[in-house]
């Protein structure tokens, strides 16, 4: 039997642009279903890097990842959104009357007004290093793509890989975790933060990180679980190194995914949206967050929040094309409950 749900706006990702979107929308007591390929919410937050602090949400001059999810989520609670979780959004269809059905791949159909598309990266997948036998290794027996739980690595020895902000960032924050941390580049100088670079830099300085420049991993070993790798120069000399886990950091390619198809206006694989509203080029569906373009896009979680306040009042006008919409500030009439 199909699962049908029946809301106001279909948000498509639950990451924080997507869940901040609930609350203005709630605002306008508009009712939202967010739904999310991963079973969990938060989007990269979550998925990414949620032990990691965050300094640029206003307000708080540190917060960490997973506890903004957290306060995000309590914050739309008056709301009473529903979820699906675990699930990729596929299609949707136009019906006679403006409205939409947004369908995923387990089959479950959301009945909607308006769809906002809150994908971020899209299905985003760990590139990975050309190493034989690496995948051996996966599903918690030493090579990780990204760190979920710096805890994992407690007292660990670890490699870890990459010249960019995640290996800077991680060799940084797992050094105060781990029992050893060597950071292995293939390049002389970082493509990450310049302070980034110094910070890793005075850490090695201090014996706290070693440092492998102009080298790469080429091999893993062990038996059951990964126990050592082979560090290769670029001159050709090797260094066998044992380890309890390796971490090759090289990025995430994103991938549309399924929205790419919709026949959506797209620049470099992004929606393009009008700033006005936040609105694509289909009447109806708006695209917030790390998956819209426009002059001076910042991928900045400040700035789809922002989008999201736009757009819900875009949305509200789309709805009710009669109503007029009056500016209320949260401080004067509270939160209102849905
Ligand atoms: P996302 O967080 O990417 O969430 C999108 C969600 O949509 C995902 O959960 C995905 O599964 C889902 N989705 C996609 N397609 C579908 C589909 N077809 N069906 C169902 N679900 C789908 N930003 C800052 O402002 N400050 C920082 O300090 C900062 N640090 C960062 C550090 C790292 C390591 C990284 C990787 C990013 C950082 N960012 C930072 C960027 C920030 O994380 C993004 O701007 C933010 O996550 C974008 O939020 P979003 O809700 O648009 O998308």
């Keep these: 039997m199909t699962n049908s749900i029946s809301t106001d706006i279909c948000i498509i990702g639950a990451g924080p642009v997507g869940l901040f979107a609930v609350f203005e929308a709630g605002l306008l007591k508009l009712r939202c279903h967010v739904v999310d390929a991963l079973p969990q919410v938060g989007g990269q937050l979550s998925e990414i890097y949620p032990k990691k ?25 008056p709301f009473h959104p529903t979820f699906t979780l675990g699930e990729r959004v596929e299609g949707y269809q136009k019906l006679d009357d403006g409205t939409f059905r947004v369908t995923t791949i387990d089959g479950t159909e959301i009945l909607c007004k308006a769809i906002a598309i809150a994908g971020g990266l899209g299905s985003f997948e760990p590139r990975k290093p050309a190493i034989e036998r690496l995948d051996s290794y996966e599903s918690g027996k030493g090579v990780y793509y990204m760190v979920r739980d710096p805890e994992t690595f407690r007292d660990q020895r670890l490699v870890i890989a990459g010249g ?102 797209l620049e470099n694989d992004a929606v393009k949206v009008n700033t006005l509203d936040y609105s694509t080029s289909e009447s109806g569906i708006y695209a917030i967050g790390d998956i819209n373009t426009y002059p001076g896009k910042l991928k900045l979680i400040l700035c789809g929040f922002h989008e999201a306040a736009l757009m819900a009042q875009g949305i509200y006008k789309h709805i009710h094309p009669d109503k007029k919409y009056v500016l209320k500030y949260t401080t004067v009439n509270g939160v209102p409950t849905l």
């Design 53 to 77: 602090p965050i300094y640029d949400i206003p307000g708080y001059p540190s917060v960490l990842a997973g506890e903004l999810v957290d306060n995000l989520m309590r914050q739309i609670e």
């Design 164 to 265: 960019g902000d995640s290996a800077l960032d991680w060799t940084i924050f797992l050094a105060n975790i781990a029992k050893e941390v060597t950071l292995v580049h293939r390049g002389t100088t970082f493509r990450g933060a310049a302070d980034s670079a110094e910070k890793v830099q005075a850490l090695h300085e201090a014996g706290r990180v070693r440092l492998v420049l102009s080298s790469n991993v080429t091999h893993v070993h062990g038996d059951e679980a990964l126990e050592a790798v082979t560090i290769t120069a670029n001159g050709g000399d090797t260094e066998s190194l044992p380890v309890d886990s390796f971490i090759p950091l090289f990025g995430l390619t994103p991938k549309l995914g399924p929205i790419g198809e919709w026949g959506l206006e």
